[in-house]
C-alpha cells in the first residue's frame, strides 16, 4: 500500500518542478508573461489543449505551487488563488451567483462580507438571509427556490463562535446547494471543512497561513467544477495573487503546523488567565470547557486557534482604558500574526454595522479580540495584567 505523507511534510514537499539550475528551494517567477516554443504550442495553449502558463494573471509556477498545497492541506481537488482574502470572497460568490438568486449566510461573519452581502449584491438582484448560529434549525425555513449558496465561517470573527459543519454541510446537500466555508481562522492544520460537507473552503491567506503580517493573499479551493468557474471568472476579472507574495505564501505553509500548535498553546493558557480575572465579564475560546460549543469544537478541530474574545467589566469606558494602557502588544486590525495583536472590534473591523446588527452577533460595545502570538506566553500575559490592573 502507498505511504501517504502526513500533514507537514505535504506542506514541505510539495514544490514546483526544479529547473535546469536543480535548485533546492523554489525560485520567485516574477514574471507578467510566458513564452512559447512556437506557433502550435501557443495556439494549444490558449486553446487549452495542453497545460501551459499564458500570463500570471491566469497562473504562475508559484502561485500554483502554494494553490497546490493548499489543495493537498484542505483535501481539495482543485483551487484558485487571489490578491486578498475579500477578493477570495467576492470572486468565488460573483463567479457561482447570477441576477435573482439567493445566499443563506451565518449572522456571524465578517463586516466586510457583510457590507458585500448588504450594499453590493443587491445591486445585482442578489438577496441574502441570516441565520441564528445558535439555530440551525431555522435555515430551511430560509431556503427557496432561488437560494443557491449556503455560507458560514467557523470560528467566527470576531466573536469565536463555532457552527456544526456537520450539520450545515447535510442541510446543503438535502437541498442540492452550494455549501461554502471560510476557514480563515482555523486553518486547513486545524480543520478541514470539506470532510464535512463543504464544497468549497476560503481562506484570508494573510493571517495564519502567512503568519507574520507581510502579504495580503487569499485562495478558495474545493470542487474542481465550481473552481473552474471562479477561474474562469476570475482570469478576466483580474484578482490574481502576485507571484511575490505567493512564493511568500508558499514558503510560509512550511511552518504553518509548528506555528499554530504554538499559537494554540498559547491562547488556550491566555483563555485560562482571563476566565479567572475579577475584571473579565466573560470569556470565549473554542477549546475553553466553558464554551458553549466546546464539543462541537472537539469533534471538528484539532486545537482551539490564535483568536480569544472576552469583555472588560466596565463597558466601553473600561475597554478604552484597556486598550491605552498595553504596552507591548499591537493595536491592530489584522489577526494570525507573529505579534500578539489586540482589536476592538465595535470600532474596527465591524465598526460599519449598526449596534443592532453588531449586538445580534454578540459584538458587544466592550468586547475585546486578542490574536495570541508567538512571544513567550509569560509576556503576553504579563502586558495584559498590568493593562487590566
Known amino acids: 500500500m502507498k505511504h501517504k505523507k502526513q500533514f507537514e511534510t505535504e506542506a514541505i514537499r510539495t514544490q514546483s518542478e526544479r529547473t535546469q539550475f536543480l535548485e533546492h528551494s523554489t525560485p520567485m517567477y516574477l514574471t507578467s508573461s510566458f513564452v512559447f516554443e512556437d506557433a502550435e504550442d501557443m495556439r494549444a495553449s490558449f486553446a487549452e489543449e495542453k497545460e501551459h502558463n499564458i500570463y500570471s494573471r491566469y497562473s504562475n509556477p508559484n502561485s500554483t505551487e502554494f494553490v497546490e498545497k493548499v489543495c493537498k492541506m484542505e483535501g481539495a481537488e482543485a483551487g484558485f488563488s487571489f490578491a486578498s482574502g475579500m477578493a477570495a470572497v467576492f470572486s468565488t460568490f460573483a463567479a457561482l451567483l447570477e441576477s435573482g438568486d439567493h445566499i443563506v449566510s451565518a449572522k456571524s461573519i465578517f463586516g466586510s462580507t457583510h457590507t458585500l452581502f448588504t450594499q453590493f449584491f443587491p445591486k445585482w438582484n442578489i438577496g441574502t438571509s441570516y441565520f441564528d448560529i445558535n439555530d440551525l434549525g431555522e435555515i430551511e425555513k430560509l431556503i427557496t427556490p432561488t437560494t443557491k449558496i449556503i455560507y458560514a465561517e467557523s470560528p467566527t470573527n470576531p466573536g469565536v463562535d463555532v457552527l456544526d459543519l456537520e450539520a450545515l454541510g447535510n442541510i446543503a446537500k438535502k437541498h442540492n446547494l452550494i455549501f461554502i466555508v471560510d476557514n480563515c481562522f482555523a486553518s486547513p492544520y486545524l480543520q478541514q471543512p470539506i470532510k464535512f460537507g463543504a464544497d468549497l473552503v476560503i481562506h484570508s491567506g494573510t493571517k495564519l497561513m502567512d503568519g507574520q503580517g507581510r502579504v495580503l493573499a487569499g485562495v478558495t479551493v474545493g470542487n474542481s467544477y465550481l473552481v473552474d468557474k471562479i477561474y474562469r471568472f476570475s482570469r478576466i476579472t483580474g484578482p ?150
Open 240 to 389: 490574481a495573487l502576485s507571484p511575490f507574495n505567493a512564493w511568500v505564501l508558499s514558503k510560509s505553509l512550511e511552518t504553518l503546523a509548528l506555528r499554530v500548535d504554538k499559537h494554540c498553546t498559547n491562547a488556550l493558557r491566555l483563555a485560562e488567565y482571563l476566565e479567572d480575572h475579577k475584571k473579565i465579564e466573560w470569556v470565549k475560546y473554542p477549546f475553553l470547557k466553558s464554551h458553549p460549543k466546546y464539543e462541537i469544537a472537539k469533534k471538528q478541530m484539532k486545537a482551539g486557534g490564535c483568536v480569544v474574545a472576552f469583555e472588560v467589566k466596565g463597558g466601553l469606558e473600561a475597554g478604552r482604558k484597556f486598550f491605552d494602557a498595553i504596552k507591548m502588544l499591537s493595536l491592530s486590525a489584522n489577526l494570525g500574526d507573529s505579534r500578539s495583536i489586540v482589536t476592538h472590534p465595535a470600532s474596527t473591523t465591524h465598526s460599519k454595522l449598526t449596534k443592532e446588527e453588531r449586538e445580534s452577533v454578540g459584538i458587544s460595545d466592550g468586547m475585546v479580540r486578542i490574536s495570541v502570538g508567538l512571544e513567550h506566553i509569560d509576556d503576553i500575559i504579563a502586558d495584559i495584567k498590568q493593562a487590566l490592573e
